[in-house]
């Protein structure tokens, strides 16, 4: 028995929300194949498009499915097969999206023994060997889709947010690799009480609007007093492409997880498109290869 899947890249933070906010991408994502197999354990047979570890507890997918077979009365094991679309270190989601991949074709494959949120649980042990802290707002919205809410770490409490019916998402990734764990070091561990006045103001905010469909409160909600600051340093461009986003029609724009990819948000399309043309200019002049893609958020 085996399944074919399409694992979803995603943004997360949303620029206001670290560590708890994040969403879906339709356009960009992985593709997987993962199969039973009688003989136990988790065995990564292919991987292509990016140079990973193949050695199971060395990649993301390997310990997520590891996690999950720990906690399955399944007496047989899975190989994987790993096509990756999504360049690692890009700040899209590319670990969450082979971990989520992994684990819920996994699920499917063992007639759903777990809820969504074991799931997520499982796969957010390949976020720990990815980065070293096991985040959840990026396997969140790959393995609930759309936009997720980390509400608690500790007891885990995800919650699925609706979204408008015209929000597009536009994502263009300066092609430099950053590594999660560099750009969490370079954190403060610490915030001001002022700072997180002014960012769960925001947080709420965001949520409020996507809950009423209000696009002006989601673009005044967008804004990140705490880690666009410090990590914007390591994205060359980044001011510019934000100050043009904005100038473009975006609601809003920031860093892309922990970077270097930067994501705007837009009402309709055609301003997420005209949103991606003046990213693009941005790092045409400065001569920085990208890629750019605008998907709608479900
Ligand atoms: N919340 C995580 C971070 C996401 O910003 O470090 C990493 O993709």
């Not at 140079?51 to 007496?75: C, F, I, K, R, W």
Request: hydrophobic residues 40%; aromatic residues 6%; contains cysteine.
């Amino acid at each position: 028995k085996e399944i074919k899947i399409f694992s979803p890249a995603t943004i997360a933070n949303i620029s206001c929300g670290f560590d708890v906010l994040g969403l879906a991408l339709e356009a960009v994502g992985d593709e997987m194949v993962i199969r039973k197999t009688s003989e136990k354990g988790i065995k990564i047979t292919k991987l292509t498009g990016q140079d990973l570890p193949t050695e199971t507890l060395q990649n993301v997918a390997g310990v997520a499915g590891l996690a999950l077979l720990a906690e399955s009365n399944y007496d047989g094991g899975f190989e994987i097969e790993i096509y990756k679309k999504i360049k690692a270190g890009s700040g899209i989601g590319s670990s969450a999206a082979s971990a989520a991949g992994a684990v819920w074709a996994m699920n499917e494959l063992l007639d759903r023994p777990f809820s969504n949120l074991q799931l997520v649980k499982f796969a957010m042990e390949g976020e720990r060997l990815a980065s070293g802290v096991a985040h959840a707002d990026n396997v969140a919205p790959a393995l609930f889709g759309g936009f997720t809410l980390v509400r608690s770490y500790s007891p885990l409490d995800i919650i699925k947010v609706p979204t408008p019916p015209e929000l597009y998402a536009t994502v263009i990734h300066p092609q430099i690799e950053v590594k999660t764990s560099d750009s969490r070091r370079i954190l403060k561990t610490n915030i001001s009480l002022e700072d997180g006045i002014k960012q769960w103001g925001n947080v709420g905010g965001l949520i409020a609007g996507l809950y009423t469909n209000d696009y002006e409160l989601i673009g005044r909600s967008l804004v990140d007093h705490i880690v666009e600051p410090i990590r914007s340093i390591l994205i060359p461009g980044f001011d510019k492409v934000k100050e043009d986003a904005l100038d473009a029609g975006a609601l809003g724009c920031g860093i892309s997880g922990s970077g270097p990819s930067i994501f705007a948000l837009s009402k309709g399309e055609e301003i997420a498109r005209s949103v991606a043309s003046a990213m693009k200019k941005v790092y045409q002049k400065i001569g920085v290869d990208y890629d750019v893609h605008v998907s709608k958020i479900n």
